[in-house]
């Protein structure tokens, strides 16, 4: 099921929350104890005060955020992440497409390093949580480290990943996680933003980038010990069940399936109904198949269509062109391929019924990924050390630890989110829960990168 839970345990007569972000943590060497534990505190107060503060940045009247990747707003909170980070004595540097680096260096630093972050751009109206929230956990949980006066064996590299959310703007996603595995291609430069009419490329050099040094952003396998993020669920699952914590198992692939359909554009009252060749119902009932086959799935799949278009937009014509996306996801690549090819059939078969064409263009996605069994067994110790009951489930959403965790070893904590809702204005995690989950990924990277 997508973004569904594996299991839902109820734990009774204990509060799954807690206001308190301290983690008692136990000081390891090649996962055994050295016999003494110390206590870690998360600085809350400091994650939410930079949260507000990045809120003000691309901010519409709504309460929307509108930091689109390598947008003026995206560059500017991008920079005071940076900013932070090297007040924080982290050695930060930045790379040709814009991810963020800052490395507390480990006490042995020709160790494979633990790699930990998230975003700070947005959807063209989204929240002020997704990807932000776990970028500030990251450098939190670091920081925290720092004033406890720990230094792990291995380098912690805390990453700001630029542009995953490029799918808003460019029709790819997760371009900076993507460029550290090597699979950022050249021709990706040259994909046009339908908002401002610039190249991938042109974005990228107005913000003093270098897309022609793409290849060397790669990171060889090998040189990552784990990837970890924090992130906000998107989901209702944990809200639910009245839970804090979420441990991510696998990552939903997706497919979007573009469609450009043609028919005639006629006068809205004197073509007759039995004349018509209306291209824009014959997208509605496409919207509305893949609809249907995603709900006979009983939740294996989902499907949506955010991009929708019709010509002419007067109410006095009968649409001659319509243009659409369906988003197809599941965490199942059988289920997910299967569906896919099930709706671009019922289009052509839509097509012929109503006589207009349909031409697909080209079908684009990213796989399903399982989150390492090792990452993820830590971190449900994580939890278990910290008294808190928590949920194994399915991320329904992509994220940029799901890229690299088809090289690394990859793990992914979910805190709640109210309502299930994200990409939208209306998105919240209180606070509490990003302090649990602050606290849980600052255990986990005290244990992992020992």
């Not at 050295?34 to 107060?45: N, P, R, S, Y």
């Not at 979420?246 to 028919?263: K, Q």
């Not at 263009?361 to 971190?379: E, F, H, N």
Request: a negative charge; one cysteine or more; hydrophobic letters at 40%.
């Amino acid at each position: 099921m997508v973004g569904a839970p594996e299991r839902a345990p109820r734990v009774e007569g204990r509060e799954p929350r807690l206001a308190r972000h301290r983690a008692t943590v136990v000081l390891l060497d090649n996962g055994q104890s050295v016999g003494h534990a110390m206590t870690v505190e998360f600085d809350l107060d400091r994650m939410m005060h930079r949260l507000e503060h990045l809120a003000t940045y691309g901010s519409s009247s709504d309460g929307a955020m509108q930091r689109i990747p390598y947008s003026p707003a995206d560059q500017e909170v991008r920079e005071l992440f940076a900013s932070w980070a090297a007040d924080a004595s982290l050695n930060v540097s930045v790379d040709a497409v814009g991810n963020i680096s800052a490395k507390l260096v480990g006490a042995d630093p020709d160790l494979p390093a633990v790699m930990v972050g998230s975003h700070l751009d947005t959807q063209p109206a989204g929240g002020r949580y997704d990807g932000i929230a776990g970028t500030l956990a990251a450098l939190g949980a670091v920081e925290g480290l720092l004033a406890a006066g720990i230094r792990p064996q291995r380098t912690i590299e805390v990453v700001c990943w630029a542009a995953e959310e490029g799918s808003g703007r460019f029709d790819i996603g997760c371009i900076g996680s993507k460029a550290m595995l090597g699979a950022l291609r050249p021709t990706d430069l040259e994909l046009v933003c339908r908002m401002t009419g610039q190249t991938l490329r042109q974005a990228m050099e107005s913000c003093g980038l270098d897309p022609d040094a793409i290849a060397s952003c790669m990171r060889p396998a090998g040189s990552l010990h784990a990837v970890l993020e924090m992130h906000i669920e998107q989901g209702p699952y944990l809200e639910e069940a009245g839970i804090g914590l979420g441990v991510v198992t696998a990552i939903s692939g997706n497919r979007r399936l573009p469609f450009a359909i043609s028919g005639v554009q006629a006068h809205s009252g004197a073509q007759p109904m039995s004349h018509r060749r209306d291209a824009l119902c014959a997208a509605a009932e496409i919207v509305l198949a893949a609809e249907s086959r995603a709900t006979a799935t009983g939740g294996a799949v989902v499907a949506t269509s955010g991009m929708f278009d019709h010509v002419p937009r007067t109410i006095a014509a009968v649409p001659g062109r319509a243009d659409l996306v369906i988003d197809v996801r599941s965490s199942d690549l059988e289920a997910l391929e299967d569906a896919a090819r099930d709706v671009v059939e019922e289009a052509a078969r839509i097509a012929r019924s109503r006589g207009v064409e349909v031409e697909r263009g080209q079908i684009w996605g990213v796989d399903p990924t399982d989150t390492d069994r090792s990452v993820s067994a830590l971190l449900e110790r994580t939890c278990t050390a910290m008294d808190q009951p928590y949920l194994t489930m399915v991320s329904g959403a992509g994220h940029d630890s799901a890229i690299l965790g088809k090289r690394f070893p990859s793990g992914l904590i979910f805190v709640p989110s109210r309502d299930g809702i994200s990409h939208s204005p209306l998105e919240f995690t209180a606070a509490e829960d990003l302090g649990l989950g602050g606290s849980a990924l600052q255990a986990a990277l005290v244990d992992i990168a020992s």
